[in-house]
């Protein structure tokens, strides 16, 4: 039946891609998603109050990624952090699911930061909230993710400041970190990250602090939305040093990569597109690249709308999409964030999302549709 959709018709598709759970690991790649979290609807609270999360909800869907084998990057910028989640809700986040992966056997690593930091911080202050964070990893047991911060970006003068910085925090820790540089699209205060705003400055600073702690470094990630750049970075890693790409404009090509090397994954998409994504990685480990492609392809359309500026709201379509899909029964974040996009912008998300087969109940994300366009007044 015809869906009256705010940019026209819409006929929704009859029957869903067969994703079921399980198969063969992932060989050739290692792939990551960033995971949101799910508000607790009934919580009386402000978008401005702590977070009140469903942690069923929440662990559900955790496992959800993990029985299609990819591995959970978690309290990461898809968790809302520093939109709705503050460090006391990322901690417990972390525990959680750090547990839940020991339980079902999944792999998990949690995003290190010094979002606990409320104002203005010296250099010391902001190594000692990196450290608070990092050990409440290690002790969960889980794999770190060395995050950017704000509160860095604000207190370092220059390059020196973020090469002295990292260089600490990677002597501190116990096991190999993913070292992560978010750019100012996703968060306006990361501007100037690792020193300079020249992008080819900040990255020699960036590769400057690889290059003198290769061992302590597991893989960086690049979250640029920029695929020359971040191949031109692959290729200088040292080696043993592993580039998960963070592009959430041109995965496939990165990941497919070129006859001098890949990008392995650690992407915000890959929360919706998850059981897909694990497919179209198991096909590539067969060594069919065009295979993989075409499965991939065809989804960055959906991902360049659901990240389309401001980028920093892609969190919203994330989650209308797992509503949709049955992961969630309301459509309600942490912060309020899910008036962050408008009712068109949801629409096209939902139509771009049914036509790549993505919803396993396509009758329940249709009849989910129309309820918001009624709430909007526009259902038909």
């Not at 096991?175 to 540089?181: I, T």
């Not at 969190?315 to 209308?320: A, D, I, L, M, R």
């Given at each position: 039946?015809?869906?009256?959709?705010?940019?026209?018709?819409?006929?929704?598709?009859?029957t869903?891609l067969?994703?079921?759970?399980g198969?063969a690991?992932?060989a050739?790649?290692?792939?990551?998603s960033?995971?949101?979290?799910?508000?607790d609807?009934?919580?009386d609270?402000?978008?401005?109050?702590p977070?009140?999360?469903?942690?069923?909800?929440?662990l559900a869907?955790?496992?959800?990624?993990?029985s299609?084998?990819?591995g959970?990057a978690?309290?990461?910028?898809?968790?809302?952090?520093?939109m709705?989640l503050d460090w006391?809700?990322?901690?417990?986040?972390?525990?959680r699911?750090?547990?839940?992966?020991k339980?079902?056997g999944?792999?998990?690593?949690?995003?290190?930061?010094?979002?606990?930091?409320?104002?203005?911080?010296?250099?010391?202050?902001?190594?000692?909230?990196y450290?608070?964070?990092?050990?409440?990893v290690?002790e969960?047991?889980a794999?770190?993710?060395?995050?950017?911060?704000?509160?860095?970006?604000a207190?370092?003068?220059?390059?020196?400041?973020?090469?002295?910085?990292?260089?600490?925090?990677?002597r501190?820790?116990t096991?190999?970190?993913?070292?992560?540089?978010l750019?100012?699209m996703?968060?306006?205060?990361l501007?100037?990250?690792?020193?300079?705003?020249?992008?080819?400055?900040?990255?020699?600073?960036?590769l400057?602090?690889i290059?003198?702690?290769?061992d302590?470094i597991?893989?960086?990630k690049m979250s640029?939305?920029?695929?020359?750049?971040?191949?031109?970075?692959?290729?200088?890693?040292p080696s043993?040093?592993r580039?998960?790409?963070?592009?959430?404009?041109?995965?496939?090509?990165l990941?497919?990569?070129?006859d001098?090397g890949?990008?392995?994954?650690?992407?915000?998409?890959?929360?919706p597109?998850?059981p897909?994504?694990?497919?179209?990685?198991?096909v590539?480990?067969?060594?069919d690249?065009?295979?993989f492609?075409?499965?991939?392809?065809p989804?960055?359309?959906?991902?360049?709308?659901?990240?389309?500026a401001?980028t920093?709201?892609y969190?919203?379509?994330?989650?209308?999409l797992?509503?949709?899909?049955?992961?969630?029964?309301?459509?309600?974040?942490?912060?309020?964030?899910?008036s962050?996009?408008?009712l068109?912008?949801?629409?096209?998300?939902?139509?771009?999302a049914?036509?790549?087969g993505?919803?396993p109940?396509?009758?329940?994300?249709e009849?989910?549709?129309r309820?918001?366009?009624?709430?909007?007044?526009?259902?038909?």
């Open positions: 039946m015809t869906i009256h959709l705010p940019q026209g018709p819409y006929e929704p598709r009859a869903p067969d994703l079921a759970p198969g690991a992932l050739s790649r290692t792939v990551f960033a995971a949101h979290v799910v508000a609807p009934y919580a609270v402000s978008p401005d109050a977070a009140v999360v469903d942690w069923d909800s929440t869907f955790r496992r959800h990624l993990w299609h084998g990819l959970v978690e309290a990461m910028d898809t968790a809302q952090r520093g709705g006391a809700g990322a901690s417990e986040l972390i525990r699911s750090s547990a839940e992966a339980a079902v999944g792999r998990i690593a949690c995003g290190v930061g010094t979002d606990q930091l409320t104002g203005p911080a010296t250099l010391p202050e902001v190594r000692a909230a450290e608070e964070q990092l050990a409440v290690e969960s047991g794999q770190a993710i060395l995050m950017a911060s704000r509160a860095l970006a207190a370092a003068s220059g390059p020196e400041d973020y090469l002295e910085t990292y260089a600490h925090l990677l501190q820790a096991e190999p970190v993913v070292l992560h540089w750019g100012p996703f968060d306006p205060a501007e100037g990250y690792w020193g300079s705003s020249d992008l080819d400055a900040a990255t020699d600073t960036f400057k602090v290059a003198e702690h290769p302590k597991d893989g960086i640029l939305l920029d695929a020359e750049r971040e191949i031109d970075v692959r290729r200088r890693l043993g040093v580039c998960y790409t963070g592009d959430d404009f041109n995965y496939p090509e990941i497919a990569g070129d001098r890949f990008s392995h994954a650690l992407l915000g998409i890959f929360d597109l998850g897909l994504a694990a497919h179209a990685v198991r590539l480990d067969t060594g690249v065009d295979g492609r075409a499965l991939l392809d989804t960055v359309e959906l991902s360049r709308h659901l990240f389309s401001p920093r709201y969190k919203t379509g994330v989650v209308f797992a509503w949709l899909a049955g992961h969630q029964e309301h459509f309600t974040m942490v912060g309020g964030l899910q962050a996009r408008s068109p912008h949801l629409a096209k998300a939902y139509e771009l049914d036509r790549l993505l919803f109940d396509p009758e329940l994300a009849s989910r549709m309820a918001l366009l009624s709430v909007h007044g526009g259902a038909r």
